[in-house]
C-alpha cells in the first residue's frame, strides 16, 4: 500500500567539525519519502522554488516517488544552514531562510486523499492538521514533531495527538512536552492524550516504542564514524511508515520490524552527508546490515 | 560452578532527592555477590572492621554465599556517603572514609584459589591483580573498573587487561580510558589490550557487549521510578557472572543472557536503597520480568 509523506523540502548548509558542504538537498519530506520509497510507493506532498535544481528532484524520481503533490512556485527554495560540534550530537541553527516554505498550504489531489499510510513529517501543527483535514480515511497515521513546535505551537500540537496513530519524537521532546524526565512515563502521558503508540528516538541508544500490546526497544547500529547526521530522524520515521504500508495489519510485531527498518536506514543516512548514502543504497546492503542488526539483538544468535 | 566475587564492602549513607538514608549495606562485593548467589555459589572476598552489624551479614547467609574469605579486623568498616541529583544519573560523593580497608590484602585460602570463575569487582587494580597473583587457573575471569583507578591507578588498570578475559566498564569511563568517544572503537581499543570481551554499561540505555565472536546489544529495563541507583553496575556485573557460571560454555551467546541477567537483577536493585529489593526477590519475581525483558527486544513476539 502507498505512503503520503508531507513535510518541508530544502536546500542545506552543512557544516561538520571535518567538512562544510552546500547546496544539499535537505528537509524532513526529502529524508522521509526516500526512506519510505525503499518499502512501499511514495507520494510526497511539499513545496519548492522555481531555483530547486533538477539534479535534487531526480534523486527522488530514480525511485519512483510520485512527485504531483510536490509544489513549485516563483521564489526560493526553503534553506537551512546548521553546524554540529564535535561530538555530532549537538547542532546550531545558524540560519534558517523559510523563503516558499512560509506560504505552504499543502492541497492534496484526489488520489492523494484516499492513500492508507500517512506520515506527517516535521512540520509545523498547523500544517500537520491541514494535511488530516483533507484525507478521507487513512488506515495509519505517524506525525513527527521537535522541539520549535512543542515551544511555539504546543496547543495545536496536543489537538494532533488524538487525530493520529502514532507519534514520533525524540527523547528529550517526549520530556519537554510531557513534562515528565522519565521515558516511561512521558510516553504514558503522549499515549493518554491519543496516539495509540509513541516511539521515542534516542539518537545512537536507539528507539523505545509502547502501545496497547506492548513496548520494543531496539539499539542503534553500532557505527564507528558518523558523517552528518542531519535527518537520521525523519529517515528513521520514513522508513518506519514505508515498511508499515508494506505489511498486512498494524500491531506491535509489525511496527517493531518498521522500527528496524528505520533504525537500518537511519544508520545509511548518517553515513554520508543529505541522501548521498541512501541515493546509492542497494537492497543488498540493506539485508546485510538487517541480518547484522537482529544478530546484535538476540540473545541466542 | 562457583564464583570468586572480590571487591568492597562499606556501609554508606545515600541521599536522593527524596530521602537520606544511614547505614546501608554498601560496596562492590556486597552487591555483586549477592546478585551472583541467584545464579550459583559464591564465594565472597572482603574486608570489614568489627562495628560491622551481624544483620549486614546475615544478608549473605541467607543466600548461602561462602564468607569465610570476609577478613574481619579491629577497626572500623569502609565507609561512603554520597548524593544523588533531581534527575538519579549524577551524583556527587561527599566523604570516603576506607577505615580497614586501606589495609585490605585479598588472602585467598586453598579452596577460593581453585575456583574457576571470578569476579575482581570495582576496587584497586593493585588489589585485584593481587587476586589474580593467588587464583591457579580460573576459566573465565572478569573485572569491573570505575573512573576513580582510570584517573589515578591508570598504568595498573592497562596491566590488568591481557590477564582478564572480560572487562566491564561504562561509557563513559570506556571513553576516558581509550581517549575515543566512538564507543565501538572504544571497545576496540580495550579488546586490543587484552580482554576478549568487553562489555559498556551505559546506564538507562543498557549495554553493549563486544568479543570475537560477535556483538550484542540490550536495553535497560524500562522503568517508572528509581528510588538509589546505587550498586547497579556491581549488581550487573555479578549477576552477569553468576549465570556464566552456571553455562555449559562461555561464548557470545551465553555472554547475551547474562547480559540479560545482570541487566534484570539491576533493574531490581534501583527500586530500593541498598540491597533491600534484591533480599526479598523470588526466583519468581526474576523469572516474570526475564519474560517482559525478552519480549520487550524481540521483534516478532
Redesign the interface.
Known sequence: MSVLVVGSVGIDRVQTPKEDRSDLLGGSASFAGLAASFHAPVSLIGIVGNDFPAHHRAVWEKRNIDLTGLQVVQGKTFRWHGRYEE?MNNRTTLSTDLNVFADFKPQLAASHKKLPFVLLGNIAPDLQHLVLDQMEKPKFTIADTMNLWIDIAQPRLLELLPRIDMLILNDSEASLLSGE?????AS?WLRDRGPRYVAIK?GE??C?LIGPD??????AV????VVDPTGAGDTFAGGLTGYLAGQKEVN??SL??G??EGTLLASFNVEDFSLNRLKSLSTQDLATRRQEL????????
Open positions: 561530538n524526565p522519565n521515558l516511561l512515563r504514558r534516542k541508544h536507539g523505545f506492548g513496548a520494543f526497544a531496539a539499539p553500532p557505527l564507528d564514524q506491535l510485531s517493531a520490524m522500527v528496524i537482529l544478530r546484535l539483538i538476540n540473545p541466542h544468535p
